[in-house]
T-cell receptor
Framework: AQKVTQAQTEISVVEKEDVTLDCVYE???????LFWYKQPPSGELVFLIR??????QNEISGRYSWNFQKSTSSFNFTITASQVVDSAVYFC????????????FGTGTRLQVTL | GAVVSQHPSRVICKSGTSVKIECRSL??????MFWYRQFPKQSLMLMAT?????????EQGVEKDKFLINHASLTLSTLTVTSAHPEDSSFYIC?????????????FGPGTRLTVL
């Protein structure tokens, strides 16, 4: 069975600070996919990134960056120069290869960015 | 692309009534949709997998007679909460699969907040 752990329940930062959200996963499969989703107060989950297990290259998208390390089974998410609009719950998730694969979600990290 | 809508966004109903929630993929066809339930400050709990043209697959502990799922077309899945009770009050979210290399990506609807009085 798969498991995703987001040990940080809540993080509070001041605007413009950098913040890293941790994600640790467990799976016995060698091929899998990792995701990050953002859930703002409105409730809708917004897809941020998808990464397969064979691609360990870090990715940067604007102020967002992701660090995937298979050696530590981690897929951490960093927001640089955080903004109030980044305030949301962030979920890390994992799925195995195949169509209609179920997502295994972490418990989420609530990020509060204040002025 | 990959937009998923849900209707209604919010519903309040009396105990004992049934409530239907629609999930639509607006700009793509989805052979598979998922229904989740989320309690306040908790993660998403998968309720069932909805497959177009066939019966839904329910997760353990989810009553299929209480949560009726119909996936009649490639762009529409519905969840009907039958004989709703206050404990059914929750945030219900659907997602639709966009095929991808190796594995699909799920795109989520905006959710439906159900309150049963």
């Amino acid at each position: 069975a798969q498991k995703v752990t987001q040990a940080q329940t809540e993080i509070s930062v001041v605007e413009k600070e950098d913040v890293t959200l941790d994600c640790v996963y467990e799976t016995r499969d060698t091929t899998y996919y990792l995701f990050w989703y953002k859930q703002p107060p409105s409730g809708e989950l917004v897809f941020l990134i998808r990464r397969n297990s064979f691609d360990e290259q870090n990715e940067i998208s604007g102020r967002y960056s992701w660090n995937f390390q298979k050696s530590t089974s981690s897929f951490n998410f960093t927001i640089t120069a955080s903004q109030v609009v980044d305030s949301a719950v962030y979920f890390c998730a994992l799925t195995l290869t195949g169509t209609a694969s179920k997502l295994t979600f972490g418990t989420g990290t609530r990020l509060q960015v204040t002025l | 692309g990959a937009v998923v809508s849900q209707h209604p966004s919010r519903v309040i109903c009396k105990s004992g009534t049934s409530v239907k929630i629609e999930c639509r993929s607006l700009d793509f066809q989805a052979t598979t949709m998922f229904w989740y339930r989320q309690f306040p400050k908790q993660s998403l709990m998968l309720m069932a997998t909805s497959n177009e043209g066939s019966k839904a697959t329910y997760e353990q502990g989810v009553e299929k007679d209480k949560f009726l799922i119909n996936h009649a077309s490639l762009t529409l899945s519905t969840l009907t909460v039958t004989s709703a009770h206050p404990e059914d009050s929750s945030f219900y979210i659907c997602s639709a699969n966009v095929p991808g290399q190796g594995a699909d990506t799920q795109y989520f609807g905006p959710g439906t907040r159900l309150t049963v009085l």
